[in-house]
Structure formats: C-alpha cells, structure tokens
C-alpha cells in the first residue's frame, strides 16, 4: 500500500507559512547603541611653544587618568599642532585642563594671562572632533607682568641642531655682545625666548648663530638694518623672519692673530677668542720687542664681520699710523667679551646688577694669564712703562679702575666714554682714595651726544672724573688728556673716528 500523499490545500499551507518564515528571518535588525564615542582632539599652540613639549589633556574623571595621574598625551603633528585620539563614554559629563609637563611644568593662560577655565566636555555622536586654542603658556598662578617674546623663523639652511641667539642694544640683550639670549627650538620651525623690559624701552637686535662671524641676512645674503622693536610693558610677540645666515671674511689689515678659546682658571669666568694685530715690520726684524696696549671688546675692534654695528678700524688705523712713523710701533691685543661683559667690566655691584662688580676677577685674569702668555709668545716690551689698557663705555670703566689698581702693571689708560654713572659715581670714589698719584699716562674723552636723553649729564660725570684727576696730580694736556666730542655719540663709529687721537697720545713716537 503506497504512502498517502498530502492533500493540495495542506501543501500550500506549508509553502506560505515557509515564504513567511523566510521574510521574517531577512529583516534587518536594529542596529546596538554605541557607548563609547571616538573623540578627534586637536590642539593649536602658542607659536612659542618648544617643539619638545610635552602636552597633555588632564582631568580628574579616570578617563583622563585621575588628578594624580599624568593624563592623556597629545602628540606634535607639525607646524603649531598637536592632536590625540580618546574613547570616550557618551552622555558623560568630563572636566578637563590642558597642560605642558615639559621642558617646565605650565598651564594654559587667556590673553590675560590668567589661567584658563577647565573645559568641560559632553560627547553624542560616535565620532566627534574637539578644536582647542592655548592662547599662552605659563606658570600655574598665572603671568601677567611685562614679557617680550621674540620668535624667529630661520632659514632651511640652519644647520639641523644649531644655537640661535638673539643680541642688541640693552644689557637683557648682552649689549651687543653677539651671543646672549640664546633661543630655543620652538614648533613650526622656529626659535623662541623670552625677555623682560621695562615699558618704553626701544630695543634694537639681530640674530646670530653664536658669534658676529655668522649673522643673519637677507635671503639673497645682502646685509639687513638692525631689527627695532618699542615694548609696551605688557605681553607682546615679536616676529622675525631671518633670511639667510652668512659665514663672512674677516675684514683685517696687517699681521692678525688669534688665541682661540683662552680659559681662564677661574671657572666663573667663560672663555673668549683674543685677536692680535702685529705691527708693519714685526717678521722682518726678529729681535725687536714692542709695547703692548690691551683693550678690552675685542669683537669690535678689528674686524667688521665679528662687530655688531662696524668695527673701530684698530687695525686700518694703527697700520698706517705706525708705516708713516706717527706712533711706535705697538702690538695690540683685543679681548672678546662675553655674555657676562656688565658683571666683568664693572668694579663693584649696582642696584640693578646685584651679580655685576666682577673687574678685579677679570683683571686677575688678565694679569696674571693673558699677559704672560702674550708676553711669551710674542715679542713683547712687558714692563709697566709700555703696556696699556684701553676700552669704551663700560670698557673705559674698567680700564680706569684696574689701572688706578694696578699701575705696575698698566701705565697708559684709554678711557673712552666712560660709564662714570655706574654705582652713584663710584669710580671717582676710587681717584679720591688714591694716597699717591700712580705713574698715569690718560686719555679721558666723551661726545656731547652720548646718553639716554640726559646728554648734558653724561658730559658732566665724564667733568667730574677729569676734575678728581686732577685734583690728585695730573695734569691736563701733559699726562692727562680730557676731550669733549662735539656731537659724538655712543658707537663704533664714534670711538673708531678719534682711535687715532688716542694711539698719537698714548704711544707717541720716542716716549
């Protein structure tokens, strides 16, 4: 007996409740919430920012790693950004700061200067992007004093881990020193720093790498005016963009030598190049000895290249002084200062130089290193009658002071433009205190335009000293010479147009 077959009606039954079956399975499901959201930070640095910082996102929910914990890192993407990516818990609340933990621990500021408000933070979608600003960075209580930052965007033919350095007309800018401020990497391929000025104060400055032998120029390595800048006594950006740098050739006449990085034993005294212009004649005649004047700024001195705003013309001047027989033929040794020039040309402290009054350190050096060394190397007359020291400004000072110290040693001064006004005129203290009048031969001058604006009192300090001069001894146009410059001013230009003034009188022929 054959096995019944399902009826037509019962066989389409099961057909539809099968296509119905398939249906239902195809329909799409609903999609699962999402709970966590993929949030894109991106951070916008003040342009000074170190290109090494360490910045991170802080807060005191765990998601941020807790107030104890470092937080989350964000990472230099170029130029003045820096992003990270976080996973986030959607319709939860977060509180958070932005902070730098490196090189120094600083927190955001607003334009003020006042530290930021935390940011607070509620994420939706499942992708969400977060754009950030720092106006500045600072210290933790806030920085709302005077600052002058100054960023520099160099050439791409800075040499990958080169020093930048920033030099110019105030004593914050080492006066002119060539390497004083020294900037550091900052992000989109700068270099930055920051300095305090007193409101008003007319800056003018360059950049070097190091030295004047390689300065900034224009990118077609033509020589650019010095940048000048007025501060305002608040915060301020200064942008500067360098052209090229140029590795210039001495500009020198004559016989010229070097003593190149000449370490003093005391360590708190930095190292310096020492230039020494060699008199016409000096090879030929092997057993001629010959006086010695030191002077002090011995970047400015000879060589165009090394000095800030053109040289003395020591060089071009004392050659053709000696070849038409107007001077003795002398050596000349020029000391290059340093960043520390204010604390070693000056006698004693002042009240804005509380680390400066370093001149006797300085003449130690000079006394008992540098001129045995010259005195053995070269062919000198080492005796007091012939050795002089000469300089300008704060240079004039010190070369009054270390020769009222030490006569046996220095017998012909160049005071050039003396800074008289150091530490309420302590260097006529120092003339006043002499009990004997040394064995001085003195060259005093000063220009009628010298000053910051009190041009008659410059004048006056500069009186003041050739008065105390010569109320112990010496004697006007005989062993003391005193000239007032009509119209001179308080440059290189200035001190090289009467360099020749002060050669004829300290080394005259047959003296």
């Known amino acids: 007996m054959s096995p019944s077959r399902p009826s037509r009606p019962t066989l389409l039954l099961v057909l539809a409740l099968t296509a119905l079956w398939g249906c239902s399975s195809n329909e799409p499901k609903p999609p699962v919430e999402q709970l966590f959201s993929d949030v894109q930070f991106d951070l916008t640095v003040p342009p000074e920012t170190p290109v090494d910082a360490a910045i991170f996102l802080t807060g005191p929910s765990a998601t941020f790693q807790g107030t104890d914990g470092r937080g989350l890192e964000m990472v230099y993407q170029g130029g003045r950004q820096f992003s990270l990516k976080a996973r986030l818990p959607k319709n939860t609340a977060f509180t958070y700061a932005v902070r730098m933990t490196a090189p120094t621990p600083q927190v955001a500021l607003d334009a003020q200067?006042?530290?930021?408000?935390?940011?607070?933070?509620t994420v939706q979608e499942n992708e969400e992007r977060v754009a950030l600003t720092v106006?500045?960075?600072?210290?933790?209580?806030?920085?709302?004093?005077?600052?002058?930052?100054?960023?520099?965007?160099?050439?791409?033919?800075?040499?990958?881990?080169?020093?930048v350095w920033l030099t110019?007309?105030?004593?914050?800018?080492?006066?002119?020193?060539?390497?004083?401020?020294?900037?550091?990497?900052?992000?989109?391929?700068?270099?930055?720093?920051?300095?305090?000025?007193?409101?008003?104060?007319?800056?003018?400055?360059?950049?070097?790498?190091?030295s004047w032998k390689t300065v900034e120029k224009s990118d077609t390595g033509a020589e650019v005016d010095n940048h000048t800048f007025t501060t305002s006594g608040g915060f301020e950006r200064v942008s500067i963009a360098v052209g090229s740098w140029a590795n210039t050739t001495p500009t020198l006449t004559g016989n010229v030598r070097y003593l190149q990085n000449v370490t003093p034993t005391d360590a708190t005294l930095k190292p310096r190049d020492v230039i020494i212009w060699l008199p016409p004649g000096y090879e030929a005649d092997t057993s001629r000895r010959y006086p010695v004047l030191y002077m002090h700024d011995g970047q400015n001195l000879m060589d165009n290249n090394t000095a800030f705003a053109g040289e003395w013309n020591v060089d071009e001047t004392a050659q053709a002084l000696v070849e038409s027989g107007q001077v003795e033929p002398l050596i000349i040794v020029g000391i290059y200062n340093t960043i520390?020039?204010?604390?070693?040309?000056?006698p004693v402290p002042a009240?804005?130089?509380?680390d400066a009054g370093r001149a006797d350190v300085y003449g130690q050096f000079l006394i008992q290193e540098l001129k045995p060394r010259i005195d053995a190397e070269f062919r000198t007359k080492p005796e007091a009658q012939f050795t002089g020291l000469a300089g300008s400004s704060l240079g004039g000072l010190v070369s009054m002071s270390l020769g009222l110290k030490h006569p046996d040693v220095f017998s012909r001064l160049g005071v050039v433009s003396p800074s008289v006004w150091w530490a309420d005129r302590e260097i006529i203290a120092e003339v006043n205190a002499l009990t004997t009048?040394?064995?001085?031969?003195?060259?005093e001058d000063i220009g009628t335009k010298e000053g910051d604006g009190d041009e008659a009192e410059t004048v006056a300090d500069a009186n003041a000293l050739r008065d105390a001069l010569v109320a112990k001894g010496w004697v006007l146009d005989s062993d003391l010479k005193y000239t007032v410059v009509e119209g001179g001013q308080h440059n290189e230009a200035a001190w090289s147009a009467r360099f020749g003034d002060i050669l004829r009188f300290l080394y005259p022929v047959n003296q």
Request: aromatic share 10%; no cysteine.
């Open 113 to 121: 200067g006042t530290p930021e408000a935390d940011h607070t933070l």
């Open 351 to 354: 009240p804005k130089y509380p």
């Open 135 to 163: 106006e500045r960075f600072g210290a933790e209580g806030g920085q709302t004093g005077a600052r002058t930052v100054f960023i520099v965007q160099v050439p791409d033919t800075t040499p990958a881990g080169a020093k």
């Open 340 to 346: 520390d020039r204010i604390a070693e040309y000056t």
């Open 168 to 210: 110019g007309n105030q004593p914050e800018l080492g006066n002119w020193n060539g390497a004083e401020v020294e900037l550091y990497p900052a992000v989109d391929n700068a270099y930055a720093g920051a300095v305090t000025f007193a409101a008003g104060t007319g800056l003018e400055f360059k950049m070097t790498l190091g």
């Open 437 to 443: 009048k040394p064995a001085l031969r003195i060259w």
